[in-house]
């Protein structure tokens, strides 16, 4: 089973950026290349949803319209590390932020889809 384990969140002012880095670890014959990543998160009372996604070959990055144009997904899978570059941070964005992974070529926006999780970080995006 992959490990994976969040960079720590922080307290952000609305504007301002942040990047979280997810490692992963706990590979059994296959390698971060493996694994497409997800970034999901989840503000207190609501569902948890997606808010990126990078495919194994990183040719293709997926992201939820509310964070298109501020987010970027990136990795490196030497380091077995994916980054959530996020700018442009709005009160909104506050969530508890997770990176999850799945042993497939393609990107999923489900939750179901994802087979390892990481425990979660706190971003607050405020004044």
């Known amino acids: 089973q992959v490990q994976l384990v969040e960079s720590w969140g922080d307290l952000v002012q609305p504007g301002g950026s942040l990047r979280l880095s997810c490692a992963a670890s706990?590979?059994?014959?296959?390698?971060?290349?493996?694994?497409?990543i997800g970034w999901f998160r989840q503000a207190p009372g609501q569902e948890r949803e997606g808010v990126s996604c990078?495919?194994?070959?990183?040719?293709?990055?997926y992201y939820s319209d509310s964070v298109k144009g501020r987010f970027t997904i990136s990795r490196d899978n030497a380091k077995n590390t994916v980054f959530l570059q996020m700018n442009s941070l709005k009160p909104e964005d506050t969530a508890l932020y997770y990176c999850?992974?799945?042993?497939?070529?393609?990107?999923?926006?489900?939750?179901?889809?994802?087979?390892?999780w990481g425990q979660g970080t706190q971003v607050t995006v405020s004044s």
């Open positions: 999850a992974a799945r042993r497939w070529p393609y990107c999923s926006g489900s939750t179901s889809a994802f087979t390892s």
């Open positions: 706990g590979f059994t014959f296959t390698t971060l290349a493996s694994y497409s």
């Open positions: 990078v495919d194994t070959t990183s040719d293709t990055e």
